[in-house]
């Protein structure tokens, strides 16, 4: 047993002599050829990460800015129609007597006028004091690029219900949108005409003052929107119930801007009352924005108005009392005068707040070459004609003393031409009287 026990620690300690060998008690690893103990070295410093930019902010939107142009009166009397009847067409060719205007409507990103007169079907046809026009007058407005008409004036019962309803009839037949007039209680409910304007909403409303004493039929209640309850007699008591409960339904619809085209003041005055002032403060402390007149037949003042938001903050709306007449035949003082007016709208995308931000207008002036010439009624850009050079003597004093009369009423600073230079090169002309060409 004990040789067997010697004989194992024997092969032990030979086993142990092939790996290692013993010195002074170390144990001596040996390795392959070629290996070595690479030292450890410190690690060096690393630099320090570049810093992070902060994000630029993003830039704000830019503001959406548009352009809404309007015209006046739109009256077709009978000298004016039979001059527009065009033998070689078959038709009646308003397009002509307007084409002066149509650069400026057709360029806006929208455009209003009020039609101050019936399309009743015809003929005949018939001029004041109760008017029936030929359906191509509505084709003549949509050709020049009007996209919208009040329809609620004076006349608007001229050939009672049946006229005012086909007078919609056809508006509808053209394209043109129409404010202030129904066919039906449904119509007149929902009396709002919401239009997209250059990528801006506008919500348009539209009233008169009265009917010329033609009263409104008791089976249709709702043919006209009327901002009086007395209609009929004194033409002073504001509905004041009715135009607060529209601008509301109005409002309901979130529209960026309300506009409200309104028939009122006295006819050939130049400058509004105390009751016009009193019904556009009215309709501006209830939501109106903007508020374009007509029915004087003449030129009245307009321009900007500050209105309150209610929040402490305010913006800017705008108030034209008359246009006069865009186009007509009458020759009393001041008729023949008029003015495209532009309205510049803008929205700030930032803060969503929407505000007419300026305006300019364009003197216009109806010729009319008397009886006998034809053609004989012809709008005419004052302006561009004196500029032109094409004018003649007389025509060059009548437009000349137009845009006086403008700069006069409306304010020289907002005509959309400097005047100045006209009068430097023709001084006479500026002082002469007006003369028939």
């Not at 705008?318 to 008029?338: A, K």
């Not at 561009?384 to 006069?408: D, F, S, V, W, Y």
Request: charged letters at 20%.
């Amino acid at each position: 047993m004990r040789r067997n026990i010697c004989a194992i620690l024997l092969v032990f300690v030979l086993l142990l002599s092939g790996c290692a060998t013993t010195m002074a008690g170390v144990s001596v690893i040996s390795y392959p050829e070629g290996r070595k103990l690479e030292p450890v070295s410190e690690p060096e410093d690393q630099p320090e990460p570049a810093p992070v930019p902060e994000p630029e902010p993003p830039a704000p939107p830019e503001p959406t800015v548009a352009t809404l142009a309007v015209c006046g009166d739109a009256m077709s009397h009978m000298p004016l129609t039979n001059d527009a009847w065009n033998g070689e067409k078959n038709a009646y060719d308003y397009v002509r007597i307007m084409s002066a205007v149509q650069p400026i409507v057709s360029g806006a990103d929208y455009a209003v006028v009020n039609l101050e007169t019936t399309l009743a079907g015809g003929p005949p046809y018939s001029g004041y004091p109760c008017f029936n026009s030929p359906d191509d007058l509505a084709y003549g407005l949509k050709e020049i690029g009007f996209d919208l008409c009040l329809t609620a004036n004076n006349h608007s019962l001229d050939k009672g219900f049946s006229g005012l309803s086909r007078t919609l009839d056809v508006l509808d037949e053209v394209g043109l949108a129409h404010v202030g007039t129904s066919r039906t209680q449904e119509e007149y409910d929902y009396n709002i005409a919401l239009a997209d304007v250059g990528g801006i909403s506008v919500a348009f409303l539209g009233y008169t003052y009265g009917t010329n004493g033609i009263p409104v039929h008791k089976d249709h209640p709702y043919s006209i929107n009327l901002f009086n309850t007395d209609y009929l007699t004194n033409l002073s008591a504001l509905d004041t119930e009715k135009l607060s409960a529209d601008l509301a339904a109005a409002e309901a619809l979130n529209p960026d801007l309300i506009a409200v085209m309104i028939h009122w003041g006295v006819e050939y005055k130049t400058t509004e009352n105390s009751y016009q002032d009193k019904i556009a403060d009215f309709l501006f402390e209830h939501g109106a924005d903007i508020v374009l007149g007509g029915h004087s037949h003449v030129l009245q003042p307009m321009g900007l108005r500050t209105i309150s938001d209610g929040d402490g903050e305010s913006h800017q709306g705008f108030v034209c009392y008359s246009l006069g007449n865009f186009i007509s035949s009458q020759n009393y003082e001041l008729t023949d005068t008029t003015v495209a007016l532009e309205l510049e709208l803008t929205r700030n995308n930032e803060t969503g707040k929407t505000e007419v931000t300026g305006y300019s207008y364009s003197p216009m002036f109806m010729l009319d070459r008397e009886e006998g010439a034809s053609p004989r009624f012809e709008l005419v850009d004052a302006h561009a004609a004196l500029e032109a050079g094409t004018a003649g003597e007389g025509l060059q004093k009548q437009l000349t003393k137009a845009i006086e009369n403008c700069h006069a009423i409306l304010g020289a600073e907002y005509d959309s031409k400097a005047f100045g230079d006209y009068l430097a090169q023709m001084p006479e002309l500026s002082k002469a009287g007006t003369e028939t060409q």
